[in-house]
T-cell receptor, first 114, second 111 residues
């Protein structure tokens, strides 16, 4: 299984600012994903981070709000832009495992917007 | 209707008990199925994949019934360390290639 690290692990930010979250995988992977988990809820896919092309966003998520970079096969960033308190959540990066449909998760970034 | 539905829980069981979780999914074209475990304030971790023939890993047994679109997880001889939220997860198909997570079932094992 892939070993995934994220930073920062947590942050407290003021509304209107932006935060970039980094995700590093210990091996080259084709597929990387970004999820959000709001308090007491399950995971919601934000987007698939594609290497060499624009990310594929799920319904309800847009590039202007959540720009994503994927410069190579081991690294991706997610930016939460112009934050509001509603963006307070845990943001998780994941990558494919040995099978395309198995995914492994980073430890998450706990974001609080005040 | 939610795409993946689970028993709401919580399940409070004594050590040594056997507990079963159920899950149903709505997309009949779904191809792969998983159980993930999530501890409080931690990321989800893959517990096991679920195959049509059923599969077992120690005290954990997973079953899939494609006709009924139903998945189950059985935990035998529960340990205190089994306390967690168990997420039923489905990989879609037919232009729907992503993991869909159930809301999770919380298990609390007490002494």
């Amino acid at each position: 299984s892939a070993v995934i690290s994220q930073k920062p692990s947590r942050d407290i930010c003021q509304r209107g600012t932006s935060l970039t979250i980094q995700c590093q995988v210990d091996s080259q992977v084709t597929m990387m994903f970004w999820y959000r988990q709001q308090p007491g809820q399950s995971l919601t896919l934000i987007a698939t981070a594609n290497q060499g092309s624009e990310a594929t966003y799920e319904s309800g998520f847009v590039i202007d709000k959540f720009p994503i970079s994927r410069p190579n096969l081991t690294f991706s960033t997610l930016t939460v832009s112009n934050m509001s308190p509603e963006d307070s959540s845990i943001y998780l990066c994941s990558a494919e495992g040995g099978r395309d449909d198995e995914q492994y998760f980073g430890p998450g970034t706990r974001l609080t917007v005040t | 209707r939610k795409e993946v539905e689970q028993d709401p829980g919580p399940f409070n069981v004594p050590e040594g008990a056997t507990v079963a979780f159920n899950c149903t999914y709505s997309n009949s074209a779904s191809q792969s199925f998983f159980w993930y475990r999530q501890d409080c304030r931690k990321e989800p971790k893959l517990l096991m994949s679920v195959y049509s023939s059923g599969n077992e890993d120690g005290r954990f047994t997973a079953q899939l019934n494609r006709a009924s679109q139903y998945i189950s997880l059985l935990i035998r001889d529960s340990k205190l360390s089994d306390s967690a939220t168990y997420l039923c997860v489905v990989w879609g198909s037919g232009g729907y290639n992503k993991l869909i997570f159930g809301a999770g079932t919380r298990l609390a094992v007490h002494p």
